[in-house]
């Protein structure tokens, strides 16, 4: 038999994509895994979501990330869903098998590992977030299996705010409240974690900051950004002045990625080797 030159496909659509370094992280994993898969990055504008999920099984893709805007969009092109994200209504990660789209969502996991590898515990524990997109969704619901004790939701948009309190309402029971985020907004004094959902200071608009009190940030809580690109944001600058623990988004990227390539490929992907390719290409330090 001769030589295969074909490779499985897999990727990211999203829009904007072009700085979205998870094809350092999966690339990598992939070949230490030995296995020929080929991870391409993907500008999708939302207009054209359904078709290009419809392209995945015409091109016989294992599978696809989905990035802003899509995590919520992406639900009526699809198949089926996990119980986890059909509770979260949100889908990052999406399986291609028999000609179906299974949707799944890995993002929730990815971050609470980070916490998890950061020595940071969330049982009983105050959390405020900004946010209440596809990424906040999915982290919402597995700070709630967490054992969390409180959520506080802020995001501008009361429709989405709203949806997602009446989710963990349904599902959890625990203190949970939306606030709509009109104004430079104060943390409550007790929260014990804040963590940034949004795209605020996304790649390019580095510089952006959340509209929030920054002096409401206290050396006894801990800040966490989702955004990985840059992973040193404005958020976290402002709240390592005042003395708070920080987490960036690139721990979360990488072990959201692993279990995305688990679903994939039926293999475990190496977490160090694939932290180690993205602290070469950021020349920083990665918290994974």
Known sequence: MGKSYREELVGVFGDPIDENPTVVVAQTAF???????????????????????????????????????????????????????????????????????????????????????????????????????????????????????????????????????GTIQKNFGLKASYRKWDCMMAVDEDTDILVNTTNIGLYPDVDARPDIVFESITDRMTVCDVIPNHPHTQLLKEAEKRGARTLDGLGMLINQCVESIYYWTGETADAGSMKAALAREYGIDVQC
């Open 31 to 165: 070949e230490k895994l030995g296995i020929p898969y080929r991870y391409v990055t993907v500008n999708v504008k939302a207009e054209d979501l359904e078709a290009a999920m419809r392209g995945l099984v015409a091109m016989n893709f294992k599978g696809i990330h989905l990035t802003i805007p899509h995590k919520v969009a992406v639900l009526p092109y699809l198949d089926s869903l996990s119980e986890e994200a059909a509770i979260m209504g949100a889908v990052n990660t999406v399986v291609v098998k028999d000609g179906e789209l299974r949707g799944e969502n890995t993002d929730g996991k990815g971050f609470m590992k980070s916490l998890e590898n950061a020595g940071i515990k969330c049982g009983g524990k105050k959390v405020t977030m900004l946010g209440a997109g596809g990424a906040a969704r999915a982290i919402a619901v597995e700070l709630c299996r967490a054992g969390i004790d409180e959520l506080v939701i802020v995001n501008r948009s009361k429709k989405r705010g709203r949806d997602l309190l």
